[in-house]
Nanobody
Framework: QVQLVESGGGLVQAGDSLRLSCAASGFTLGDYAIGWFRQAPEKEREGVSCISSNDSSTYYTDSVKGRFTISRDNAKNTVFLQMNSLKPEDTAVYYC????????????????WGKGTLVTVSS
């Protein structure tokens, strides 16, 4: 059964860093583009980042460019999201997901495969 398990969230102050992990089971993670979306309280889901299966291409939504870095370790069936210079606006539940390629770029599917991991950034 396909499962993506997120971890690494927590409560931090503005300017701090976190590294989220997405551990896959039930399939070979290295065969797929994987990414992250987030859902803040009372807000719609928002795509955050994607990384191609071969690690050659990445995508970031404008609000996190320069602060977040997505990476992967296919041997460990894991994708990471390094989040630096966190802002209160980054507060959300973060989910990892599959990404599709359309119109010359990757888009994260706004579908949760796991329970997500909560990131709370205080000001």
């Amino acid at each position: 059964q396909v499962q993506l398990v997120e971890s690494g969230g927590g409560l931090v102050q503005a300017g701090d860093s976190l590294r989220l992990s997405c551990a896959a089971s039930g399939f070979t993670l290295g065969d797929y583009a994987i990414g992250w979306f987030r859902q803040a309280p009372e807000k719609e889901r928002e795509g955050v980042s994607c990384i191609s299966s071969n690690d050659s291409s990445t995508y970031y939504t404008d609000s996190v460019k320069g602060r977040f870095t997505i990476s992967r370790d296919n041997a460990k069936n894991t994708v990471f999201l390094q989040m630096n210079s966190l802002k209160p606006e980054d507060t959300a539940v973060y989910y990892c997901t599959f990404c599709g390629y359309t119109g010359g770029r990757y888009f994260p599917a706004l579908h949760s495969w796991g329970k997500g991991t909560l990131v709370t950034v205080s000001s």
